[in-house]
Structures are given as structure tokens and as C-alpha cells.
């Protein structure tokens, strides 16, 4: 079948690879129409304005990956699969999660996933089918990174976190952050040449390695792995004792300073600065250098996140630019205004299973803290093999792919096998797909409507909903309407109340929204299905059913002119609530590049954020502080024969998570060695292009290595995302790479937030 697109014509859409999402502009045609030809920047994005990065230029290598799935897909007896329809699967994956449902209660199914770097479409779906199910647990990929930072966000300022004006800083700070390689902000590459060109603005990079954005940087802290807490703890230190904090925002505006001041004061900067092997003098500079500046925008990432002390950097980094003032200010941190936050998101899709109850604190069987309502993906395994009788029976996962992607590969593999029922929703036959019972195929992010909730910019923010550029390859269909149908097969959406609802939308869409209100008001399950009862109900009205997909997004435009008017008339929309709210969805709908849905000139509007009633910032965060003043009394050490500290996946030029399984995008091959220090490599024996074999205490793998300037002497590094097994459309299956979690351990993990050390991994490295 030919797309009615001509080869000719270039379609808006963005890049999915990374958080950023580019707007591009692509031209679309070869085989059967479905092909990403040609690629460029859209420069009427609102927020890339044409920006794009080495990595967007190859993406039909995710559009046309040769092992997407054109079939729902049963797993026979013996694990082969075999090809069933749509109305077979949807009836029997509803089949399957409604006997679970009877026989253990809904809250025994553990929703994993949800969305990747550009596809946070079908979570909004998802969560229909997870209130209908009654499933009260999730997690996702930020339970392995973000949490403790959202913990400590959420302490320290009452409410939603903080986030960098990168483009604005006078000082940009990356604590185990490369935003050369990962970004992290819009026009990353950008930003950092402007920053690395002007004399009156710096850039200070924490990281054992000297990685480009480490060689763009004024102050290189190379640390010692693992030892940033104390790293911060010495830069703290110079501030307070050498005088330079902010003493009147201190004052006005925060609240605790008296009970962490006394530790700092007295702290041993030098002794410090031996522990985590940095220059003391270097230490220093960089710290009066913040002091100074007008503005600090601070950027913590998976280095530390990923690591020893995980949840006390967050703290820690966050004091530095606290005390120094550079909160709710130009070039500083501010708190954005979301349409809807990706943490709000999660929290609503599950752990929570009736409106307004509350959300449960600890995870089921471990009891490990539930942050943002998340369980640490870590602990899936603990929380399945075990017999305790809380334990999860089935999984729903989408769009990911815990399997390859969380600690311990081998393990996840057992507790995924070991589950009674399980479905994975995803777009290729994945190593976690080839672990279930049931695998639903879903329609590429250009072949579909797609956005994302990451953007956190301020004081402007933006939306991009995409419309799909390609028809679907045949045989699948989009979150949307696999969702819809599965709680229809659930009897969770009352036909009665579908002809109420059309029925009041012929009459326009104020007598729509006064039914819907009152049909929620008697029915729980009307406002449990609503993304898909919205879309089977004005769906079909928007743009002759071509935008349907768009119908939750109605809801959320609404709710955002009710609650949040002034933000909303900041980006010029105006009147009253309801016509703000309708002007907002016919924008969200028609804007191919995006828009601007809030637009304010004032950085104080960010104390409007902070959640408690004084306003004040807290410093003294009693679950973290005991163990910042306890840190010296527990020097690291690897175990007996395991010298090395392995990062198990950095981010590469090409690389990008797990989401284009063709390992030829990366057309030179680069991407898949093992980083090793030249004196490393001396000792060892290795000559560039050897294989070397890394073991650690949960496996061993081996790939060739690149002996460079980057890594630590002690240090070596694998990418991420890597060792996929790839089906060729010749049949043949390739693995290039190491898939890095068959070296990590889930018992590695943060003593608050149970994320992962994966930058940390104790490893063995011999010449094979
Ligand atoms: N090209 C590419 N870009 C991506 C992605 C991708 O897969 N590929 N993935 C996206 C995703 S999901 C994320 S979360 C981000 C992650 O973005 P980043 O966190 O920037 O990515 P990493 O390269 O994993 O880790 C960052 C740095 O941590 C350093 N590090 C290792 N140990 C330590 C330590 O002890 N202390 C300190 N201070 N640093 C240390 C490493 O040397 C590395 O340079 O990237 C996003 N962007
Ligand atoms: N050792 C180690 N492990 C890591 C990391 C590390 O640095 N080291 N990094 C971690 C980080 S930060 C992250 S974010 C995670 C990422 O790990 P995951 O959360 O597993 O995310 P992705 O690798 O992006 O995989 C996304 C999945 O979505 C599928 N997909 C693509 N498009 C669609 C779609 O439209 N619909 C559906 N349903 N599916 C689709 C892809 O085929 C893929 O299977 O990996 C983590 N794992
Ligand atoms: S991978 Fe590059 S082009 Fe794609 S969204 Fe991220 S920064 Fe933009
Ligand atoms: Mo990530």
C-alpha cells in the first residue's frame, strides 16, 4: 500500500533518541511509502529551532528495524511463538489479566515501563488499563536514576524539583553528567560552545573521565570514582569557610543552615580532597568561582546517580547552590510549570487505585521505599522470586525493556519467566518480549500520534504533540487503541455512557464536558477509563477522527486552565477559563512544531512552587544529613580480585538506550569497546583492537578495547544500550556489543533509593 505522502514531501515530526526531541522535518517514500529518506531540523520548532545532533540523521534504523513485530504473538509450550490476530490476543491477554485479577486482586500485576525517550503517548493509555485492573504497582527506567533525585527535590523545596537555566548560567556545573554526548537541555551542544567561547562564563565537570564536555570545561574535577559526596562536601566546605555564601538569601529564604553549618565548618578540606583525589587548590577555585558568579545552573546525572552515595550527592549538590543564592533567578534553577510532569504522570497511573486514595509508601514484599510512585526496577526479581504472598503474579510492560536494561540480566530473566501471566507491548521481539506470554505489536513513533513530558524549561515551556508522518506497518496498532480495546474486552467502558457522551458532543462540547462530569461523579470507572473513553467519544470528532488520539490531551488542557490560567494567558491565551482551555487543545492539535503554552518573565514566580507554606528551602534533610557527616568512616574497596571500577554503560556518540536494535546504524562500529586507560592497558598487556575479557561477581563477557586518554588509571568503561541480539532481515541474529547487565547486581544498590550502581561495578580485566 503507497502513503498518500509523495517521496517529495517533508513532514514535522521529532528525533526520539534522547529527552530532548528534536523537531525535524523528514522526507518520507521508499518501501511501501514507510521510510525515513531524508532528515533535517525543523527550524519553526519552538524549542530546537533547527538544533539537531550527529544521532537523528540514521533514524530509520529504528523505523524499518528488521525485527518489528507485525503480529500479536502467543508463546507456545515449548517458548516458540506463533502468530495470532488482534481479536484473539486482545481477548485473551484480557482473559489472562482478569484471572489474575480474581484469583490474587489486581494489585498482584506489576505495570513496568510505560514510555521511552519520545513515546510518553500510550502511558496516558496505559493508565486506563491499569485503574480498570485495580493495579496499584509500577516502575519504570527513572527508578534507576531519578528517584533519589526526586526525593530530595521534593524534601528540600516542598514540592516540584528545580531545573538548570543552562542557556542563561554564567557557571554551568555537571556533576557525572556528559551533556556533549547525552544532552539534557535543548540545543545542548549549542549551549556548551557558547558557554566554552565566552570569557565571562564557565563550566566546571565532575567526572572521572575526561570525556569532551570534561575537555570543553575551565574546572575538570576528576575525581576519584565513587567519591563525589566527599568532592561536594570539600566545595561546600570552601564556601562556608572562606565566607562566600549568600548570607541574606540564606536568611530570607531558607531554613536549617544553623544545624548543617557546624559540619562544614569544621570539615578538613584537604584531607577531603585526598580522599576523592582531587586538588585541593582545585577544589577551591571552582568554589569561589560559584561563590562569585551571577548565576549557577547545576546538572546531576547517571555518574552519580548510578553510584556510591547516589541520593546524598542529590543532597549535597543542591546545598552548593542553595547557599550560594542561585535559586529562582535568571541562569539559576527554577521550578517550571508542566502541562503534565512525568512524575505527576506516574503517580496517577498506578500505586494509587481509586481517586484521591492514598498512594502506598513500600513496595510489596521488600518494603523498599516508593518514590514518585515508583518501585526501584532494581528490586523487580526481589519482589517476584520469593513465595512470600504479596508477590507480583503477571507483568504489563511497555515499552521497555527491563531484561537487557535493568541490573542483572540473568536474574530479571528468571523473574520474568517465573511470573503466571505477563504481556509486553512493544514494537520489536525484544529480549524482554521473547520472555512473555503474550507480546502486542505496537506502531512506530512515526506511524502514530507521540509526545513527550520531559521538557522542564522555564520561564518558557513548550508541547509537541507529533502526528504521524508514515502509515502503520500492517498488522499494528498504536498504544491507544490496543489499550482502548483491552478495557473494552474488560467491560470498562459502559456503552450506555459512550451514547450519553456522543450524544451531548453533537450538541458541542460544554454539554460533553457537563455529562462527562456528571457520569464521573456517579461512576468511578468512568474517570478510571477516561483517556479511553475520551478517545472512543470525541476522538472520532477531532479532524474527522484523524487527531483521536489527541482526545485525553483535552482533559489535561482543560485542567491546566483551570488551575494554572495566569501561565496559560502569559503564552496568550485568553478569556475565560473554558475558552483557555479549548484554545489551548486546538493549538496542542494543529501545532506541528510545537507551542508555547507558558511564557512568564519572572523567575520569583518559582517560589510559587515551593511547597511549604514559609516558603523557605529546607538545608537540614535529617533522613541524609546523619550519613553526609558520617562519610569519612567508609573509605571504598573493591573486593579481593576484582581491581577495577567498570562504568557498565556510557553514553556514546552512537548510542541511544535500546531503542534502535540495528547495530549498523553505528556504520563504523565504534561504539561497542571497552575504554582502558594506556598505563591500564601497559600493564595488562592489551594493544588497541585486543580483546579483553571482563568478569565481575555476577558475569563475564568480552569485546575489544580502546586504549585512550579518557579513562582513569583503574577505570574502564562500556556503553550502554549495546548487545542486543538483532535479527537480520537474512535471518541470521548478530549480537554486537556487551549487553552490560549481565555484569551488573541488583544488591549494588542506594541505601535510599534502591538505584542502581552501575558506574560502579568491581571488575577483572584479562587479554583473552
Ligand atoms: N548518545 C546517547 N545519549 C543519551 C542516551 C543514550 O543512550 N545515548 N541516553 C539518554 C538517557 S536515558 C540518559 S539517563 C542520559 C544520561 O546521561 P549521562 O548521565 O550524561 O550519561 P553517562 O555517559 O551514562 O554518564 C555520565 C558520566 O558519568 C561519569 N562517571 C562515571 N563514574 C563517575 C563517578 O564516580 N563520578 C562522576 N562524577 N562521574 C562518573 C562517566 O564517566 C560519564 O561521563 O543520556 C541520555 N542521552
Ligand atoms: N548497566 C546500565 N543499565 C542501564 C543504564 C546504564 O547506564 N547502565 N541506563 C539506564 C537508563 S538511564 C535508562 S533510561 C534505561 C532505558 O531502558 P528502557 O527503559 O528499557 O528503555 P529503552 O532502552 O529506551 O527501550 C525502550 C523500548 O521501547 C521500545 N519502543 C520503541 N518505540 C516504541 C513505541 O512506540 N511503542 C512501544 N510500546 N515500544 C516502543 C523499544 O523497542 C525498546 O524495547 O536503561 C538503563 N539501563
Ligand atoms: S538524539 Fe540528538 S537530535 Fe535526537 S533529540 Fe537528542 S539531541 Fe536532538
Ligand atoms: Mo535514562
Redesign the pocket.
Known amino acids: 500500500m503507497k502513503t498518500q505522502s509523495a517521496d517529495t514531501e517533508y513532514k514535522k515530526t ?9 523537531g525535524l522535518e523528514v522526507k518520507v517514500g521508499g518501501k511501501d511509502g514507510r521510510e525515513l529518506l531524508k532528515i533535517k531540523g525543523d527550524k519553526a520548532h519552538v524549542s ?1 529551532e533547527g ?6 540523521a540514521r533514524l530509520n534504523h529504528y523505523q524499518m528495524g528488521a525485527d518489528r513485530l507485525n503480529s500479536p504473538m502467543r508463546r507456545r509450550p515449548d517458548g516458540t511463538y506463533e502468530a495470532i490476530d488482534w481479536e484473539t490476543a486482545i481477548r485473551e491477554v484480557a482473559v489472562g489479566l482478569q484471572s489474575i485479577k480474581n484469583e490474587h486482586g489486581g494489585d498482584k500485576i506489576y505495570f513496568i515501563g510505560g514510555g521511552g ?2 513515546n510518553h503517548l500510550g502511558a496516558l493509555y496505559s493508565t486506563a488499563l491499569t485503574r480498570t485492573l485495580g493495579v496499584r504497582y509500577q516502575t519504570n527506567a527513572l527508578a534507576q536514576e531519578k528517584t533519589g533525585e526526586f526525593w530530595v527535590a521534593g524534601k528540600m523545596f516542598g514540592g516540584g524539583g528545580p531545573h538548570g537555566d543552562f542557556h542563561n548560567t554564567e557557571v554551568a556545573v555537571f556533576v557525572g553528567k556528559n551533556p556533549w554526548q547525552a ?1 539534557g537541555f535543548p540545543q ?1 551542544r549549542k549551549v556548551l560552545n557558547d558557554i566554552a567561547k565566552d570569557p565571562a562564563r564557565s563550566m566546571i565537570v565532575l567526572d572521572p573521565a575526561l570525556t569532551d564536555s570534561a575537555r570543553m570545561a575551565d574546572f575538570h574535577l576528576r575525581v576519584k570514582p565513587g567519591t563525589d559526596a566527599w568532592c561536594l562536601s570539600a566545595m561546600i566546605a570552601t564556601i562556608v569557610q572562606e565566607n562566600l555564601t549568600d548570607v541574606a538569601f540564606i536568611a530570607a529564604h531558607t531554613r536549617g543552615f544553623e544545624a548543617i553549618r557546624p559540619h562544614f565548618e569544621s570539615l578538613d578540606i584537604s584531607d577531603y580532597a585526598g580522599f576523592c583525589d582531587v586538588d585541593e587548590e582545585l577544589i577551591r577555585s571552582a568554589s569561589r568561582r560559584i561563590a562569585q558568579a551571577e548565576s549557577v545552573a547545576v546538572f546531576e546525572d547517571l555518574g552519580t546517580q548510578q553510584n556510591v552515595h547516589s541520593t546524598l550527592v542529590s543532597y549535597l549538590q543542591r546545598i552548593l547552590w542553595i547557599i550560594t543564592g542561585n535559586f529562582a533567578k535568571k541562569g539559576g534553577q527554577n521550578i517550571p510549570v508542566p502541562l503534565l510532569s512525568v512524575t505527576e504522570g506516574a503517580k496517577q497511573g498506578a500505586s494509587s487505585a481509586k481517586p484521591g486514595e492514598k498512594p502506598n509508601k513500600v513496595s510489596p514484599v521488600l518494603g523498599s521505599r516508593i518514590i514518585a510512585g515508583l518501585l526501584p526496577c532494581n528490586e523487580v526479581p526481589d519482589e517476584i522470586l520469593t513465595d512470600h504472598p504479596d508477590r507480583f503474579r503477571a507483568a504489563i510492560i511497555q515499552s521497555s525493556n527491563p531484561a537487557h536494561a535493568y541490573a542483572d540480566s540473568p536474574r530479571m530473566r528468571e523473574a520474568l519467566s517465573a511470573l503466571e501471566f505477563s504481556v509486553v507491548i512493544d514494537v520489536a521481539m525484544t529480549e524482554t518480549a521473547k520472555l512473555a506470554d503474550y507480546v502486542l505489536p505496537a506502531s512506530s513513533q512515526f506511524e502514530k500520534h507521540e509526545c513527550t513530558f520531559f521538557p522542564v524549561e522555564f520561564p518558557r515551556n513548550h508541547f509537541h504533540l507529533r502526528h504521524p508522518i508514515v502509515d502503520p506497518l500492517p498488522g499494528t496498532l498504536p498504544e491507544s487503541e490496543i489499550h482502548t480495546r483491552l478495557v473494552e474486552a474488560l467491560g470498562g467502558i459502559s456503552q450506555t455512557h459512550v451514547s450519553a457522551l456522543r450524544g451531548a458532543l453533537k450538541l458541542g462540547r460544554r454539554p460533553f464536558a457537563l455529562v462527562f462530569t456528571a457520569l464521573a461523579a456517579k461512576n468511578p470507572q468512568v474517570m478510571k477509563a477516561a483517556p479511553a473513553l475520551l478517545y472512543r467519544t470525541l476522538g472520532p470528532t477531532l479532524c474527522d477522527g484523524k487527531r483521536a488520539e489527541a482526545a485525553p490531551f483535552w482533559a489535561l488542557c482543560h485542567q491546566f486552565a483551570r488551575k494554572k490560567a495566569q501561565y496559560a494567558k502569559s503564552a496568550g491565551f485568553e478569556g475565560s477559563a473554558w475558552k483557555i482551555g479549548e484554545a489551548m487543545f486546538e493549538t496542542l492539535i494543529s501545532a506541528t512544531s510545537g507551542f508555547i503554552y507558558t511564557d512568564i518573565s519572572d523567575y520569583a514566580d518559582s517560589w510559587n512552587r515551593v511547597g511549604y507554606s514559609d516558603k523557605r528551602i529546607l538545608l537540614h534533610v535529617e533522613e541524609l544529613f546523619p550519613q553526609v557527616q558520617n562519610l569519612d568512616k567508609t573509605p571504598l574497596q573493591n573486593p579481593a580480585g576484582f581491581p577495577f571500577v567498570l562504568a557498565a554503560g556510557n553514553r556514546r556518540a552512537t548510542t ?1 538506550n535500546t531503542i534502535v536494535r540495528d547495530g549498523s546504524w553505528d556504520s563504523k562500529g565504534l561504539a561497542s569497546s571497552l575504554y582502558l586507560n594506556p598505563d591500564d592497558a601497559l600493564d595488562l598487556g592489551l594493544a588497541n583492537g585486543d580483546t579483553a575479557r571482563i568478569t565481575t561477581a555476577t558475569g563475564s563477557a568480552t569485546t575489544f578495547v580502546e586504549i585512550n586518554d579518557i579513562q582513569r588509571k583503574g577505570t574502564v568503561a562500556l556503553p550502554n544500550g549495546l548487545g542486543i541480539d538483532y535479527r537480520r532481515e537474512s535471518g541470521e541474529t548478530v549480537q554486537i556489543g556487551i549487553p552490560p547487565n549481565e555484569l551488573t547486581a541488583s544488591s549494588s544498590r542506594d541505601f535510599f533509593a534502591g538505584t542502581p550502581r552501575h558506574k560502579y561495578v568491581p571488575a577483572q580485566i584479562e587479554k583473552v
Open positions: 521529532a528525533c526520539i533518541l534522547c529527552s530532548i526531541n528534536c530546537s538544533y539537531l545532533c550527529n544521532k537523528a525517550q519520545g544532552h545542548t541511544a
